[in-house]
């Protein structure tokens, strides 16, 4: 009997091992370049503890585009993907063959967490649909509209710089900031995060980056095998965070609707949008928005905004003025043009005012490019793929990684990429590199829809500082900055403090 049982256990880990072997030999027996993977890990060793996302692109980014391959070979723990290098075939995929690469494959589970049904996430028509119907919010008419309440938080942000002064940690500030035209903006609450950094929408957003539901480990193994995560109904925020935010949602709907009350803001746009049945709509598992939203799809719609919005701005804001702080001629060049512009326009913050500051798009857009938000974009192709100019077909369903960060710190694309430069931005410059040579909201018809929102809430948070006070080094900044490896975005381990003095 113990003879039989261990023969059947022999076998079974036979039968283990030529599965992991052929699984593992994927893109090897294609002829495709790959990193030596481990069984179970992939490419993913040290994840989350010796390396980041951002080392690993960056190490096999470097290995196959010294191999000359267009595309190598990568292991995402169990899943394979396709890791591509060369900057023709990325436009391929983003824009030009949009149609077989329009899905993102990232984890939803509408049935038991609402708030992962977003537009980040949602695939096929669903996605289109949704697209359409939210593409109108972020038209340079409704940016408009929102600036002057991105412009009154702004006030209020400086003022709060003055009272932290003469040090303090400035994503903290930054995100308060975020959290308070984000909040006004999709959700119409004043969040008072300035004012009260306990403040419940500052709380909640910190908690969902701070207070992970899940390990980081137990999160790759979510985002990576989407559909084994649905099936075992699996979450990834914790269900006091969902519960806050669908309740913040649900109470300014029915408020608005009772009072009769309009904003000309996101939540409004998503009022009108919302189902007339929406009893029959809810009792569809997925998002059919062919008759409008349900409120739980409402919810999702912002809570993405929500996040995406004031933890990339914050973000962004943080590295930039950290780097202003080490260079203070950039510094200086930079005050030098906003205090221009604003006193050909009467000293005012006007949307057009803001339109003028080329230099700041250029200081904005190199922080973007050193400090890459998300470390790289995925795509699922939808239907095989012959990859042009070759033979090689990527199978329906193959995961496509495209490593931004990496790309963004390209020695031949960017020369000494970490040194700060805005003049990388200068047409000139600018005009001979390749069109996906920088691309950090993503490119194509799935780029980032709020990209305009995103960018003007940070340049206005940035000239109110910069106008009223001078950032310098202290004691506790960190140089160089040590990035955290914990989180999948990018972030300063132990904070940016900075020295702030009025100008």
């Known amino acids: 009997m113990s003879y039989a049982v261990l023969s059947f256990a022999l076998v079974v880990v036979a039968l283990l091992l030529l599965y992991l072997h052929n699984h593992y030999s994927y893109w090897a027996r294609r002829g495709i370049p790959q990193e030596d993977p481990i069984y179970g ?13 951002r080392d690993i692109n960056s190490r096999l980014y470097k290995r196959y585009k010294r191999d000359g391959a267009p595309i190598g070979g990568i292991y995402m723990f169990f899943l394979r993907g396709a890791f591509v290098v060369d900057l023709d075939l990325i436009k ?54 929102m600036y002057p309440t991105v412009v009154a938080v702004a006030e209020n942000l400086s003022r709060t710089c003055g009272q932290l002064a003469p040090e303090f940690e400035v994503k903290e500030l930054s995100a308060r900031y975020t959290t308070d035209v984000i909040g006004t903006c999709a959700f119409g609450i004043d969040c008072n995060s300035l004012s009260d950094p306990n403040a419940d929408f500052r709380r909640y957003g910190r908690s969902i980056f701070e207070k ?10 979510i985002l990576f095998n989407p559909k084994l995560a649905r ?66 799809q409402m919810a999702a719609q912002a809570f993405v905004f929500f996040i ?17 702080a080490i260079n203070p001629k950039i510094q200086d060049q930079l ?3 906003i205090v221009s512009v604003l006193n050909a326009h009467n000293n005012n913050v006007t949307y057009e005012a803001l339109k003028e500051m080329s230099y700041l798009d250029k ?6 490019r050193k400090y890459t938000v ?55 410059h600018a005009e001979k590199r390749h069109g996906c040579a920088f691309f950090p909201f993503g490119d194509g018809p799935r780029n980032c829809i709020g990209l305009r929102f995103g960018k003007m809430q940070a340049k206005v948070g940035l000239i109110h500082l910069l106008r009223d006070y001078k950032f310098s080094r202290s004691a506790r900044t960190e140089v160089p900055i040590v990035l955290s490896k914990r989180n999948f975005v990018i972030e300063a381990q132990n904070g940016i403090y900075l020295r702030v003095e009025r100008v």
């Open 374 to 428: 998300l470390p790289h974009l995925v795509r699922t192709a939808t239907s095989d793929y012959r990859v042009p100019n070759s033979s090689l077909v990527l199978e329906k369903g193959t995961t496509v990684v495209i490593p931004v960060d990496a790309i963004h710190h390209d020695p031949e694309i960017f020369p000494d990429p970490d040194r700060f430069d805005p003049s990388r931005f200068d047409t000139e």
């Open 41 to 53: 890990l992939g490419n993913m060793k040290g994840i989350g503890r010796e390396f980041h996302f």
């Open 335 to 337: 005050r030098e043009e």
């Open 231 to 296: 099936k075992l109904r699996c979450k990834l925020f914790n269900d006091e965070v969902s519960e806050f935010f669908i309740d913040a949602v649900r109470n300014t709907v029915e408020y608005r609707i009772k009072n009769k009350v309009k904003r000309n803001d996101f939540m409004d746009m998503l009022i009108d949008m919302m189902a007339e049945d929406q009893e029959a709509a809810a009792k569809h598992e997925g998002i059919d928005v062919s008759q409008g939203l349900t409120l739980l």
């Open 92 to 145: 391929h995929i983003l824009i030009k063959d949009f149609s077989s690469f329009h899905d993102r494959g990232i984890f939803n589970n509408v049935r038991d967490e609402p708030l992962t049904g977003h537009l980040l996430t949602l695939e096929g028509e669903e996605w289109r649909c949704m697209r359409n119907k939210l593409t109108p919010v972020f038209t340079s008419g409704k940016m408009k509209f």
């Open 363 to 368: 200081v904005l857009n190199e922080t973007l």
């Open 212 to 221: 992970p539901r899940h390990s980081q480990l137990v999160q790759a193994l």
């Open 308 to 324: 995406a919005g004031f933890h990339t701005s914050s973000t962004t804001m943080s590295f930039c003025l950290y780097e202003l």
